[in-house]
């Protein structure tokens, strides 16, 4: 079953709290992504990973930081939350190369207050 | 750098009525273009991609898109809307692994 899979899918912070996303995919894709969406903004790329510990950054990587210790797994930390993070945050796992589809999780709807 | 644009923010038509979504797009290389659709509260769940070939390119549920180079563009169109197609429709161009998605525009089908 191709899935990736989010978790929580809601969750409220106190600015200042650290914030852990958690995204998981079944299909063995290399590259997973993480996107942030605002409305009117679209979708925004805040990190890329390639495969296990080669992550880049994307066009909005302040203030986020991610993880993927395993292929199959990859997480997004905010460190000290800030009001300006609240957004929809969406991962998303490919085969590798810009050519493949992107398969997104449901997303996770993040509040700092 | 590539980035694309999508004029129209919100497009309303009737069930039955024909629909072109617009998408333009700049970059000097090649790229893949694709559209990706995202009913409320959920993901985005892929339509269809041109890379080369055929400028005509099919997707799931009737959904085509065409290719134009002279025009920098890459349109969604579809003959017959049912009012399950409202969403948010979203073009992406690719050069590398690092997709660049447009705005979106909200496309409402009315009864």
């Known amino acids: 079953d191709m899935k990736v899979t989010q978790m929580p899918r809601y969750l409220i912070k106190r600015m200042g709290e650290n914030v852990l996303l958690e995204c998981g995919q079944d299909?063995?894709?290399?590259?997973m992504y993480w996107y942030r969406q605002d409305p009117g903004l679209g979708l925004q790329l805040i990190y890329i990973?390639?495969?296990?510990?080669?992550?880049s950054e994307g066009d909005i990587p302040k203030g986020y930081r991610v993880s993927r210790k395993k292929r199959e797994h990859f997480s997004l930390i905010l460190d000290s939350a800030k009001t300006n993070q609240t957004s929809v945050y969406f991962c998303?796992?490919?085969?590798?190369?810009?050519?493949?589809?992107?398969?997104f999780g449901a997303g996770t709807r993040l509040s700092v207050l | 750098t590539q980035t694309v644009s999508q004029s129209d923010a919100h497009v309303t038509v009737f069930e039955g009525d024909s629909v072109e979504l617009r998408c333009n797009y700049s970059?000097?290389?090649?790229?893949?273009l694709s559209w990706y659709i995202q009913h409320h509260g959920r993901g985005l769940q892929f339509l269809l991609k041109?890379?080369?070939?055929?400028?005509v390119v099919q997707g799931v549920n009737g959904f085509e898109a065409e290719f134009s180079k002279s025009d920098s563009s890459f349109h969604l169109r579809k003959a017959s809307v049912h009012w399950s197609d409202s969403a948010v429709y979203f073009c992406a161009v690719s050069a590398d692994a690092k997709l660049t998605f447009g705005g979106g525009t909200r496309l409402t089908v009315r009864p």
């Open positions: 990973s390639y495969d296990v510990d080669s992550n």
């Open positions: 041109y890379y080369s070939g055929n400028p």
């Open positions: 998303a796992s490919s085969f590798s190369g810009g050519q493949n589809t992107l398969y």
């Open positions: 299909m063995s894709h290399e590259t």
């Open positions: 970059y000097g290389g090649s790229i893949y």
